[in-house]
C-alpha cells in the first residue's frame, strides 16, 4: 500500500460508553481527535469520511469492537482494519501527560500517581492509527 493510497487514517478506540476518535495524516500528522459517545461514533466517523473519503478506517481490537464495528460497517459502509489495542491505554495515557504536563501543586506528584483530569480515549485513537501506520512502514 502505497502513501497515496491511504492518506488519512481515521481511528477508533471502542468503548461501551465513549469511544475516542482520531484523524492521522500518513506522515503521523494529528488532524483531528476527540472522545464522542459510542452511540455516535458512527456519525462522526461519517462526517470525516466525508471530509476524507479515501481514508482507511482503523479500530481498536479490545472492549466494544464487535459492536462498533458493526455501527460503522452499517452506517459508513467501510470494514474498518482492527489493530491490536495491547497497551493503548498506557501509552495514550502517557502522550496526554507529554501533551498536558500537570499545572501547580501536581507538577510535584509523579505521573504514576496521577490520573488524568479528562478522558483521554482521544490519544487512545492517535496510538492506534500511529500502530496501523507503523504496520504499514510509514512510521
Same mark, same amino acid.
Given at each position: 500500500?502505497? /502513501? &497515496?493510497?491511504?492518506?488519512?487514517?481515521? $481511528?477508533? =478506540?471502542?468503548? %461501551?460508553?465513549?469511544?475516542?476518535?482520531? $484523524?492521522?495524516?500518513?506522515?503521523? %500528522?494529528?488532524?483531528?481527535? $476527540?472522545?464522542?459517545?459510542?452511540?455516535? +461514533?458512527?456519525? &462522526?466517523? &461519517?462526517?470525516?469520511? /466525508?471530509?476524507h473519503?479515501?481514508?482507511?478506517?482503523?479500530?481498536? =481490537? @479490545?472492549?466494544?469492537?464487535?459492536? +462498533?464495528?458493526?455501527?460503522?460497517?452499517?452506517?459508513? @459502509?467501510?470494514?474498518?482494519?482492527l489493530?491490536?489495542? *495491547? *497497551?493503548?491505554?498506557?501509552?495514550?495515557? @502517557?502522550?496526554?501527560?507529554?501533551?498536558?504536563?500537570?499545572?501547580?501543586?501536581?507538577?510535584?506528584?509523579?505521573?504514576?500517581?496521577?490520573?488524568?483530569? @479528562? $478522558?483521554?480515549? =482521544?490519544?487512545?485513537?492517535?496510538?492506534? &492509527? /500511529? %500502530?496501523?501506520?507503523?504496520?504499514?512502514?510509514?512510521?
Open positions: 500500500m502505497t /502513501e &497515496a493510497t491511504t492518506p488519512v487514517v481515521i $481511528a477508533v =478506540d471502542p468503548g %461501551r460508553g465513549k469511544c475516542g476518535l482520531a $484523524a492521522v495524516d500518513s506522515a503521523g %500528522r494529528v488532524m483531528e481527535k $476527540a472522545i464522542v459517545a459510542a452511540a455516535e +461514533i458512527a456519525e &462522526a466517523v &461519517a462526517r470525516l469520511l /466525508e471530509a473519503p479515501d481514508a482507511t478506517v482503523v479500530l481498536g =481490537d @479490545r472492549t466494544g469492537a464487535a459492536e +462498533i464495528g458493526a455501527m460503522l460497517t452499517a452506517r459508513c @459502509r467501510v470494514s474498518p482494519v489493530v491490536e489495542e *495491547h *497497551h493503548s491505554t498506557l501509552e495514550g495515557r @502517557r502522550r496526554y501527560f507529554e501533551e498536558n504536563p500537570p499545572r501547580g501543586w501536581r507538577r510535584l506528584l509523579p505521573l504514576g500517581l496521577q490520573t488524568p483530569p @479528562r $478522558a483521554y480515549d =482521544d490519544y487512545v485513537a492517535i496510538v492506534l &492509527a /500511529e %500502530r496501523y501506520l507503523t504496520s504499514l512502514g510509514r512510521r
